[in-house]
T-cell receptor, first 112, second 113 residues
Framework: GQQVMQIPQYQHVQEGEDFTTYCNSS?????IQWYKQRPGGHPVFLIQ?????EVKKQKRLTFQFGEAKKNSSLHITATQTTDVGTYFC????????????FGTGTKLQVIP | NAGVTQTPKFRVLKTGQSMTLLCAQD?????MYWYRQDPGMGLRLIHY???????AKGEVPDGYNVSRLKKQNFLLGLESAAPSQTSVYFC????????????FGPGTRLTVL
């Protein structure tokens, strides 16, 4: 079945440093979503990418979808303590709109 | 508009006991999902439903059953709980295939002793 891997598993950064997490799928995706989960909370939708090579920005967050639609990245510029949490990617297979497969997540810790 | 709600929030079971987790959404969404999340792992799909009266198996369905008798509710049942089912369970819903945004409930923390 489809597998979605994320690296790194954990990342500790000093406040103000940049952070990047990478997501790789074993199969071609129709779209990819990114979610953030705060400690003790539930996943919250951040963004969805659909087109090959797509780049979207949300303030300090930049999301990219690979040309082959098998990988994606999330980059945070100048991290803040409010960025703490686990970031998950979730990919839907081409033609499979009913369910998505979540990545293993990257846990971000920001040191003030 | 409460979004997605889950009951109960916490539960402790003994091995072999049964229980039902309730998920309710008031957004008139067609698609509903049950996930489990274990420490250090992502979310794994247990079962899902693409509409009232339908259910389908996800990645880890063994030991669980589900029902979607009403569009707004999706029930997850454990017939004979096992310690391996200790986890946090999240329900999610989505409106339509072309909009894959999933809205998650607050989760149910289940411990099986």
């Amino acid at each position: 079945g489809q597998q979605v891997m994320q690296i790194p598993q954990y990342q500790h950064v000093q406040e103000g440093e940049d952070f990047t997490t990478y997501c790789n799928s074993s199969t071609t995706l129709s779209n990819i979503q990114w979610y953030k989960q705060r400690p003790g909370g539930h996943p919250v939708f951040l963004i969805q990418l659909v087109k090959s090579g797509e780049v979207k920005k949300q303030k300090r967050l930049t999301f990219q979808f690979g040309e082959a639609k098998k990988n994606s990245s999330l980059h945070i510029t100048a991290t803040q303590t409010t960025d703490v949490g686990t970031y998950f990617c979730a990919g839907a297979e081409s033609g499979g709109y009913q369910k998505v497969t979540f990545g293993t997540g990257t846990k971000l810790q920001v040191i003030p | 508009n409460a979004g997605v709600t889950q009951t109960p929030k916490f539960r402790v079971l003994k091995t072999g006991q049964s229980m039902t987790l309730l998920c309710a959404q008031d957004m008139n969404h067609e698609y509903m999902y049950w996930y489990r999340q274990d420490p250090g792992m992502g979310l794994r799909l247990i079962h899902y439903s693409v509409g009232e009266g339908t259910t389908a198996k996800g990645e880890v369905p063994d030991g669980y059953n589900v029902s979607r008798l009403k569009k707004q509710n999706f029930l997850l049942g454990l017939e004979s709980a096992a310690p391996s089912q200790t986890s946090v369970y999240f329900c999610a819903s989505r409106s339509q295939p072309s909009t894959d945004t999933q809205y998650f409930g607050p989760g149910t923390r289940l411990t099986v002793l």
